[in-house]
């Protein structure tokens, strides 16, 4: 027996230690100028912009200081760049960019990490929203907020600021998941009387609630981590900001049915609604990774200590 317990111990101790180092099934950084060529765009219409090799090195912020990177450390500023309904572009109404990763079939529980910049410097107000997912079997863009094109995959978007009451929304598929329990302070505005939480995450960084507003990620750049574990069905989508010890968990459903089980990632931008986004509105994506989901790699070590520990005690 205690030989079993050792074996097992040193199972979820291996299982652990593999997890926090394991290697990436999928990495991008969008640094050798190439990352154009591992991704397809998808758009709604001509309305719209990707930059796989954007230079953030020049981009200010509301107080004329660069934004710096997301990551301590990172000496890079090279990321994508996605704008959609700009202005000037033709039709302006629901609009939207997404890029796919190319080659990539995700088939087991992962986690997806990545950093974004919501950047707005235009005058009048803004309605749009970063989109990133992952299981899309399809590829036939995800910006439509409320569900449609999107025809495969799990996938969140937030809009960067008080634009919409709806800011924050979970969708599998074409379905929107408006079960206000599942979201941080249980709630999809953040700039409710009951976002607290979100407001404390992401507080007001002007003062003047222009270029920056409590509870969103208007001008800043935050690490989202989205994860799917299927041996729970859990769907996580988490965030926090860059000198955060931890993420924050904004949304989470457990999906009894898991019908999305391959597919790829997405990063994109949308604006849902019938407008124009000016020149300086636009989301940039860097370093983004895709590895095995820790807690599935876990269970199967232990699975695997208890079968030896058996094996020894025969």
């Known amino acids: 027996m205690i030989v079993k317990q050792l074996v097992a111990s040193l199972g979820v101790a291996w299982a652990v230690s593999t997890a926090a180092v394991a290697a990436p099934i999928f990495s991008e950084d969008f640094d050798d100028g190439n990352a154009a060529t591992r991704w397809t765009t998808v758009s709604s219409n001509a309305n719209t912009l990707a930059n796989y090799a954007f230079d953030y090195s020049g981009v200010l912020d509301f107080n004329s200081n660069p934004i710096g990177v997301p990551q301590t450390g990172q000496t890079t500023h090279t990321g994508l760049k996605l704008a959609a309904n700009l202005s000037g ?8 960019i997404n890029a796919y990763a190319n080659g990539l079939n995700l088939t087991g529980s992962v986690v997806m990490t990545f950093d974004m910049y919501a950047y707005f410097n235009d005058t009048a107000g803004s309605t749009i929203y970063g989109t990133y997912g992952f299981y ?16 495969s995959g799990y996938w969140f978007t937030n809009s960067s600021d008080n634009g919409t009451s709806v800011a924050m929304r979970g969708l599998e598929v074409g379905t929107q998941d408006n079960t206000a329990s599942r979201y941080l302070d249980g709630t999809q505005n953040p700039g409710s009387a009951a976002g ?6 992401f507080p007001d960084l002007d003062g003047a609630g222009a270029k920056s507003m409590a509870g969103y990620v208007l001008n800043r750049w935050v690490n989202v981590r989205i994860s799917r574990d299927m041996l729970t069905g859990d769907v996580k989508w988490e965030m926090k900001n860059p000198g955060d010890a931890s993420y924050t968990q904004v949304y989470k459903v457990t999906d009894a049915t898991q019908t999305q089980n391959s597919g790829t990632i997405t990063l994109g931008m949308t604006d849902p609604f019938s407008s124009a986004s000016g020149p300086n509105t636009y989301f940039i994506y860097d370093n983004v ?26």
């Open 289 to 314: 990774m895709v590895i095995p989901e820790p807690s599935s790699l876990v269970l199967c070590f232990v699975g695997l200590a208890s079968l030896l520990a058996t094996r020894k005690r025969g």
């Open 196 to 201: 607290v939480t979100y407001k404390a995450l």
């Open 136 to 151: 899309h079997s399809t590829q036939t863009g995800t910006w439509n907020s409320l569900g449609s094109p999107a025809t």
């Open 89 to 96: 572009g033709t039709p302006a109404g629901v609009a939207g």
